[in-house]
């Protein structure tokens, strides 16, 4: 990221202010004034009288102290005059044989935290955030907010920072800024990550170079999860310079096919056979392999081509049904993910029926998988108005990751839900941890009075599975059940499995 452009009018500024504002020019400013005057008369000394005035304003020498303009929510500066603070250590340091380091940190989920509390509580969280951030630094290091979710620190020129050091101190930042936060009486919680480069890793000597291998970090940071931690090095400008070529390459990778439904199966634990399956997006290079779905997800979403791979994925899961069915193998249903973006078309109940009718298929044979996070954050006509008309077409509604957002009863009574799939987070060690236990019985408890059916994620053990059966939660999906697996791989894997189920028990003799 080059800020060069933001902190032009700050350099400027501070080159100025001594030429300006010093004893020279004013001792002068007399002559100056009927010079002007003499050169061009009453018309020239009314433009100069309202010129210089404005000129100065303009540039920002009205400005408190002389300083640069400062964030009225933080009392930090902003980020012309970080930018202006990171040439200054930049160069000083260079000349010194210093080091110094740029931390920028950016708050998780800021948007929900907007969506959830409200501007003006947020506005007081992060009043409290930027004291806590001076709290934790030097006097003489360089704070500012950069962006509404974004704050940034440069250290002040020191002649001993090591990489140890300079996690230490991302480390106390981090940690400052995730203590409880009051609000309104209450106590609230943020994560943020961290991306930091000091002077002497700096991929090229310029400042600008410095802060954007900071952000480098920060991206780097952001695709690790919350509370995200990471140095810039040589290897990650490498991983991130290819970061960028995939995204360019996803549109193509998308139409070309290399984008696949891989099928990860689920299974009833009251008779062992298979529920289902759930479609999952996976992307094979042919160069580089596997690529992950936290990496090219963010890209189409980015192209907004996340319609566009939904069609895709609805297309591969009604094909491998009507391929199973051929096959004389029983998949009851498959479940495919709808995104925000998706739910908003107003077309889309009219593709999915046309989906359904070129495939010959019963709409209960598709599912649609919802995250909670979008029933929790959509008051939307639109997507109220298509999940439920999904739900009466017969398709069936999946509430996928439940436990992870704020969806109401009345939210799952409004989106006709029909199953509540438990996210990973719940189940695992539930068979070791008697507080996820607690956690997944009153969850299935729920559901149970609601008359909703049940589906547990991220089952990796045969205790998990045991476990999850004995409470009654009715479907689970996990490794420890099977991985996602592209669609020539099913056959066999359903042929295995079948062939481990025990024949039930013959009742009474033979007649």
């Not at 739910?343 to 495939?359: A, M, T």
């Not at 509430?399 to 799939?421: P, Q």
């Amino acid at each position: 990221m080059n800020m060069s452009n933001s902190g032009l009018l700050a350099r400027l500024r501070k080159s100025l202010a001594p030429v300006l504002m010093g004893p020279p020019v004013l001792a002068f400013l007399p002559a100056l004034t009927l010079g002007t005057y003499w050169m061009g008369g009453e018309y020239a000394l009314l433009c100069a009288a309202l010129g210089l005035p404005l000129f100065f304003a303009v540039i920002g020498m009205f400005s408190r102290g002389g300083n640069t303009p400062q964030d009225l929510t933080t009392g930090l500066v902003l980020r012309d005059g970080f930018e202006m603070c990171v040439h200054d250590i930049f160069a000083a340091s260079g000349k010194k044989g210093l080091n110094s380091a740029i931390f920028i940190i950016e708050i998780d989920q800021y948007a929900d935290l907007e969506s959830e509390y409200g501007n003006q509580s947020v506005d007081n969280v992060l009043r409290q955030l930027g004291q806590r951030l001076r709290e934790a630094t030097r006097g003489r290091d360089c704070i500012a907010r950069i962006a509404d979710n974004k704050f940034a620190i440069c250290l002040s020129a020191l002649p001993q920072l090591d990489l140890e050091q300079c996690i230490q101190l991302a480390s106390r930042y981090q940690t400052k800024l995730e203590q409880p936060i009051s609000l309104d009486g209450t106590s609230i919680y943020v994560t943020c990550s961290i991306g930091f480069c000091s002077r002497r890793h700096t991929p090229e000597e310029e400042a600008d170079s410095w802060t954007a291998a900071a952000f480098a970090a920060l991206e780097e940071a952001k695709h690790n999860g919350p509370s995200g931690m990471r140095a810039y090095s040589a290897e990650l400008h490498h991983r991130t310079k290819r970061r960028r070529n995939l995204h360019g390459e996803v549109v193509q990778a998308l139409e070309s096919g290399q984008i696949q439904a891989w099928f990860q199966p689920q299974i009833s634990t009251d008779t062992g056979q298979i529920s289902g399956f759930e479609a999952l997006a996976r992307w094979l290079h042919p160069v580089h392999g596997m690529i992950p779905p936290t990496t090219f997800l963010p890209a189409l979403e980015d192209a907004g081509l996340m319609e566009r791979l939904s069609e895709v994925m609805v297309y591969q899961s009604l094909s491998a049904i009507k391929a199973w069915d051929s096959a004389g193998v029983d998949v009851p249903q498959v479940g495919v993910n709808f995104a925000a973006d998706e739910l908003r078309n107003p077309g889309l109940i009219e593709r999915i029926k046309w989906d359904l009718e070129r495939f010959g298929l019963e709409p209960q044979r598709l599912c649609i998988e919802v995250l909670e996070t979008v029933v929790s954050d959509s008051p939307e006509d639109m997507i109220v108005r298509n999940i439920a008309s999904l739900g009466e077409l017969g398709c069936g509604v999946d509430l996928d990751d439940f436990g992870t957002g704020h969806a109401s009863i009345g939210a799952v009574r409004r989106f006709n839900v029909r199953r509540i799939k438990i996210d990973r987070s719940f189940v695992t060690k539930s068979d070791r941890d008697p507080e996820q236990q607690k956690m997944v019985a009153a969850i299935l408890t729920m559901s149970e009075r609601l008359e909703l059916e049940t589906l547990a994620e991220g089952v990796e053990t045969v205790g998990e599975h045991a476990l999850l059966a004995q409470l009654g939660c009715d479907h689970v999906q996990g490794y420890g059940i099977g991985r996602p697996m592209p669609f020539d791989q099913t056959l066999d894997w359903i042929a295995t499995h079948q062939s481990k189920l025990k024949e039930p028990p013959a009742i009474g003799g033979s007649s």
